[in-house]
C-alpha cells in the first residue's frame, strides 16, 4: 500500500537539500515503521517481556505500544490506544461517547475513574414516552435524542495524572491517522456502507463516513474535520472540547438535530475518580468498576454465589456448571433492576447486597439439575433505610490498565458533529426509560435508573484486573452491552477455577444469562449435547451470535502473554 504521507515530504526536496530530504525520509521511515496506516494485519496473541497492548484494531494497539516504546506507561499508552481507537474504530472508539478506567499501578495503588456521560440538564425522566406513555425508543436510540453528555475527553485528562508522557505525544498518533487516513479492511468497509442510511438520516452535514460509491477494503479513510478536533484538544487540553470552537460546534449540531446538550452541560462536565471495588476471590484479588456501572458489583455478586460450590470440579461448560452460572446470573441481574443507578443520585445498598450472607441467602432457592424461575426468583431482600471496545494494556514496571468505553450501539447515534468530525453517543438508553421496559440490551430497571439531569445512566461495562500476591495476573474486560459481567465472568473462571490458558478463556464458547428474559443465550458453536441437557432441566435457551470481544492479558512466570478475541479484528501488539 503506498505512503501518501512520504509523497508528501518528496515534494519538499529542492536540489541544494537533498541531504536534509534524505534524513527527513529516514526518520518518517523509522517512525512509519512502527504504525504503518496503509499495510496492517491482526495480530491474535503475543507473548512479550515489556509490556503489551491489546484493543479492537491493530493501528490503536501500534499506537499504545509506540507509546511504551518511547518511555510511557500502561496509563500513557492506554490513552494514546483510546485517541486512535477514535479515529480507526469509529463505530466504538470515541471522543463523543464515555467509558471507565480501572489501573493497579506499580505504586500497589489501585484506581477507578469514571467518565460515563451525563443526562443534559434539560433531561427529563418521561422525555421518551409519548402523550400515551408509550415508550419511544427511536428517539432514545438514534440522533441527536439519544446523546449524553460526552465524558471520554475529561476521562483521559483524568486517567493522564498516572501518565507519564506529555498529552500532545499521547494524541498525535491519533491525529495523523485522522489527517492522513488509514485503510480499511472488509469488515469495516461492509461496516460502513451497511450504516450508510443511518448517517445520512440522522446528520445533519453529510459526514467522512458516507461516499457516493460503497466503500471496499484498501480505501483510506480520511476525517479532516475529526483531526482539527484533535488539534483543537492537543493544543488547548480537555478546554479544547469542553468549550470554545468544539463545544459550539457540538451546542449547533445539537440546535440543528433538535437535541439538549448545552454550553453549560459541556463546561460542567466532570470525570469523577470513584474508590474501585476490590474484593477477593479464592486467594486472587479483583480490582473492577463500581457504580456507575452494574459491571463490577454483579461480577462480585456472581463470584460470591460461586465461590463455595467447587464449580472446577463440574469442569467447563458442562450442564452443571452452565446451570450454576445461568444461576448466579439470574439472581445478580435481577438485583441490578431493582437496587443500581447512578451513587450520586440515589441510595444503592452496595455492602448488603455484595455480603457474604446476603449471597449465600440468595442461593438458597438454587435447585441443581432444576431450572430456576425469573417470576419466581426476583431481586433479593434489603432491610435498610452493540457497540463498545475495551483494551487491556500492560507495562514493563508492573503498571496495568483495563478501559472499557463506548458509544453504546454501534456508532452511537450516527450523528457526527457537524465540523467536528466526531460520532455522539446513544447513551441515554442506557437510562430505564419506563420502569420494566428493556433498553436496546434488554436491561430493565426502575426509578433507581431513571433520567434525571446530570444523572450518570447504568453501565455494564467491567474492565478487570485480577491480582495475584499484589501483582497483576489478569487484565481483561470487553464490549457487549449486558452480556459483557457475564463474560468476564467467564474469562476469570475459565483461568482460576478451570484451569484454562489465555487462548481459551478467551475464544471458547460463552453464554449468557440476564434474569429477563429467562433465557441461556448460547453461541452457536456451544455444545449441543449440553444445551439438550439443560432444556432437560427446564431451561429455554437460544443460540445467537457472537458474545463480546475479549481481551485478556495474563501475567505467567514474568511473561506476558496477551491474546485478543477472535470475534473480531482484535489486535496484540508487545515487545
Ligand atoms: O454501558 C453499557 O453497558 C452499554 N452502553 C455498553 C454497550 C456495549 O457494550 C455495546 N457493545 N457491543
Not at 516504546?69 to 463523543?96: R, S
Not at 455492602?351 to 446476603?358: D, F
Not at 434488554?442 to 447504568?458: F, Q, S
Request: aromatic share 6%; with cysteine.
Amino acid at each position: 500500500m503506498p505512503d501518501r504521507s512520504l509523497n508528501k515530504k518528496f515534494e519538499m526536496i529542492k536540489p541544494g537539500n537533498v541531504f536534509l530530504a534524505i534524513v527527513a525520509i529516514c526518520i518518517t521511515v523509522q517512525s512509519k515503521a512502527q504504525i504503518n496506516p496503509y499495510n496492517y494485519h491482526s495480530q491474535k496473541k503475543i507473548t512479550c517481556k515489556k509490556g503489551a497492548v491489546i484493543s479492537a484494531h491493530p493501528l490503536a494497539s501500534q499506537a499504545g505500544v509506540q507509546v511504551l516504546k518511547e518511555g510511557g506507561n500502561a496509563v500513557d499508552a492506554a490513552i494514546a490506544t483510546q485517541l486512535a481507537l477514535a479515529v480507526v474504530y469509529p463505530g466504538a472508539g470515541n471522543i463523543g461517547g464515555g467509558g471507565f478506567m480501572v489501573a493497579h499501578l506499580k505504586t500497589g495503588k489501585n484506581v477507578s475513574i469514571d467518565y460515563r456521560e451525563m443526562a443534559p440538564s434539560k433531561a427529563s425522566r418521561d422525555m421518551y414516552l409519548d402523550a400515551g406513555d408509550n415508550p419511544q425508543m427511536d428517539l432514545s436510540q438514534n440522533g441527536h435524542l439519544s446523546s449524553g453528555v460526552p465524558g471520554t475527553i475529561a476521562g483521559l485528562f483524568a486517567s493522564h495524572q498516572y501518565g507519564k508522557l506529555p498529552f500532545e505525544q499521547l494524541i498525535q498518533p491519533a491525529i495523523d491517522l485522522a489527517e492522513n487516513g488509514f485503510v480499511i479492511t472488509a469488515a469495516e468497509a461492509s461496516s460502513l456502507n451497511h450504516n450508510r442510511d443511518e448517517f445520512i438520516k440522522l446528520n445533519t452535514q453529510t459526514p467522512a463516513f458516507v461516499k457516493t460509491i460503497p466503500w471496499k477494503a484498501g480505501d483510506t479513510l480520511i476525517q479532516n474535520d475529526l483531526a482539527n478536533t484533535l488539534k483543537r484538544i492537543r493544543d488547548n487540553g480537555a478546554k479544547g472540547f469542553y468549550t470554545g470552537e468544539t463545544a459550539r460546534l457540538i451546542v449547533e449540531e445539537m440546535q440543528r438535530g433538535k437535541g439538549l446538550i448545552s454550553y453549560e452541560d459541556l463546561v460542567n462536565y466532570k470525570a469523577a475518580e470513584r474508590t474501585p471495588l476490590i474484593f477477593p476471590y479464592k486467594g486472587f484479588s479483583v480490582v473492577t468498576m463500581p457504580l456507575p456501572s452494574s459491571g463490577g458489583i454483579i461480577l462480585q455478586q456472581a463470584l460470591g454465589m460461586l465461590e463455595n460450590r467447587n464449580i472446577g470440579k463440574m469442569k467447563f461448560q458442562t450442564a452443571a456448571s452452565v446451570q450454576l452460572m445461568t444461576e448466579v446470573e439470574r439472581r445478580a441481574y435481577a438485583d441490578r433492576a431493582e437496587f443500581l443507578g447512578d451513587p450520586d443520585f440515589v441510595k444503592v445498598p452496595v455492602k448488603t447486597i455484595t455480603s457474604k450472607k446476603y449471597l449465600t441467602d440468595r442461593m438458597k432457592d438454587y435447585i441443581p439439575n432444576k431450572a430456576g424461575s425469573s417470576t419466581q426468583t426476583s431481586h433479593g431482600i434489603v432491610t435498610e433505610s452493540d457497540e463498545t471496545t475495551h483494551l487491556s494494556v500492560i507495562d514493563g514496571d508492573g503498571n496495568a490498565v483495563a478501559v472499557t468505553t463506548t458509544l453504546n450501539g454501534g456508532y452511537g447515534s450516527h450523528t457526527v458533529v457537524g465540523g467536528a468530525g466526531f460520532l455522539l453517543n446513544n447513551e441515554m438508553d442506557d437510562f430505564s426509560v419506563k420502569p420494566g421496559v428493556p433498553n436496546m440490551y434488554g436491561a430493565v430497571g426502575n426509578e433507581n435508573n431513571a433520567i434525571a439531569p446530570g444523572k450518570r445512566m447504568l453501565s455494564s461495562m467491567t474492565p478487570t484486573i485480577v491480582l495475584k500476591n499484589n501483582q497483576p495476573y489478569l487484565v481483561t474486560g470487553t464490549p457487549g452491552g449486558t452480556t459483557i459481567p457475564t463474560s468476564v465472568l467467564q474469562t476469570i473462571v475459565n483461568v482460576i477455577d478451570f484451569g484454562m490458558n489465555a487462548d481459551d478463556a478467551v475464544n471458547k464458547p460463552k453464554f449468557h444469562h440476564q434474569w429477563l428474559p429467562d433465557v441461556i443465550e448460547v453461541e452457536n458453536n456451544f455444545d449441543p449435547l449440553v444445551v439438550q441437557q439443560l432444556k432437560a432441566m427446564g431451561y429455554t435457551v437460544k443460540q445467537r451470535g457472537r458474545i463480546g470481544r475479549t481481551e485478556l492479558i495474563m501475567v505467567k512466570n514474568k511473561n506476558i502473554v496477551a491474546v485478543g478475541d477472535s470475534r473480531g479484528e482484535d489486535d496484540a501488539e508487545g515487545f
